[in-house]
């Protein structure tokens, strides 16, 4: 963890707080873009977090990105921060030095023959983005282009939480570029880095559905006492606490194993774990609030069509629980042996780790 953690996450906290609103959230389903909120994020820095200042970034670490993503997710803010991060992480890796540009990575269809469009599914925020990082596949191997959306087509298309996963289409990707990665590697990569940026937000997003859940808790009456005062209500509450408890637990082991070899095996858990979290806490908090968290005009519904929404990306519970499994298979000691770090024939009653 970095020394400058606290700083940004107040700074992001901060500027979410002001900008990331009710109204603004509602003005951005209607079709405005967030301009004002995304400039003030381009300009704290926190779009080239995670990259060595002498190639354009701000420094810090995996934990620094991931506790960003976790305020984003806390303010509902409608942006791409995390797949912006990501994009401008990938160029200082591959090209050496960065350009703060509004753009993010995404993979192509592979064409089937010269003249077919290239077609790009769920590109997030693609109505909004100036380019696109096209990684393709030849053969085995991958290669990218960087591509400015305004040559392309774009069908508009949102998710659950009213998030643009558009469609693009293009007839040509111009000039591309090799990389030293396996076109499934970079797939894994990319999906990897997601779905942590999904523990993280999600995270966020329970911590506020909380809050709002203990707010109403305490405001609201019914037979002339305040729902926190039922035995019902209270248990409701500390199971919510408990959940959101534990998906901090988890962001922190998984953020901090990011980059090791536990790096992959921890991310999969984390997503099963938050993807059930998530939906637990989601309905609690509808449950307590009755028909009101139902309504538009409550803002309840910003968060939990965003925890409804971030489980299916970057691999449910399902795609995450087979790739653990793949993972446990491909090794030779035991699932027991590596959870524990025992081996089999060395366990007995008073076996520690």
């Known amino acids: 963890m970095s020394e400058m953690k606290s ?19 509602e003005r951005f389903e209607e079709g405005e873009w967030a301009s004002s909120l995304w400039k003030t994020i381009q300009e704290s820095g926190l779009t080239l977090l995670g990259i060595e200042e002498e190639k354009g970034g701000v420094g810090g670490d995996d934990e620094d990105v991931f506790a960003i993503l976790r305020v984003v997710g806390k303010y509902a803010a409608p942006v791409p921060l995390a797949e912006v991060i990501y994009a401008n992480q990938f160029l200082a890796t591959h090209e050496g030095e960065v350009e703060d540009k509004l753009r993010v990575v995404h993979f192509a269809e592979e064409s089937s023959s010269v003249h077919s469009p290239y077609k790009l599914r769920n590109v997030p925020y693609g109505r909004y983005i100036d380019e696109v990082i096209v990684i393709q596949q030849e053969g085995q191997q991958a290669s990218y ?13 949102d998710n659950l939480a ?3 996963r558009d469609n693009l289409t293009f007839s040509n990707l111009g000039e591309t570029k090799k990389l030293d990665l396996s076109f499934k590697e970079a797939l894994e990569d990319y999906t990897k880095f997601l779905a942590l940026s999904r523990v993280a937000m999600m995270t966020g997003a329970m911590e506020n559905v909380l809050a709002l859940s203990t707010f109403y808790a305490k405001e609201r009456q019914q037979f ?6 039922f035995q019902a209500i209270q248990h409701h509450l500390t199971a919510m606490a408990g959940e959101v408890a534990a998906a901090y637990a988890t962001l922190a082991v998984a953020s901090a194993s990011y980059s090791s070899d536990l790096g992959k095996e921890h991310v999969a858990m984390a997503k099963i774990e938050l993807s059930a979290n998530a939906n637990v806490v989601a309905k609690a908090a509808h449950q307590l609030h ?24 970057a691999g449910n519970e399902t795609y995450w629980a087979d790739q653990l499994a793949s993972l446990y298979q491909s090794r030779e000691e035991t699932i027991w042996e590596s959870i524990t770090h025992v081996k089999g024939e060395e366990a007995h009653a008073g076996s520690t780790v």
């Open 290 to 313: 009755a028909g009101i968290g139902m309504t538009y005009e409550h803002e309840l519904h910003h968060f939990t069509r965003r925890l409804w929404a971030w489980r299916e990306e």
């Open 224 to 229: 002339g006492r305040p729902l926190h005062k």
């Open 162 to 164: 009213a998030e643009p």
């Open 145 to 157: 282009s960087i591509v400015n959306v305004l040559a392309g087509e774009i069908e508009k298309n």
């Open 7 to 25: 700083f940004i996450e107040d700074t992001a906290g901060k500027i979410l707080k002001d900008l990331s609103t009710k109204e603004q959230r």
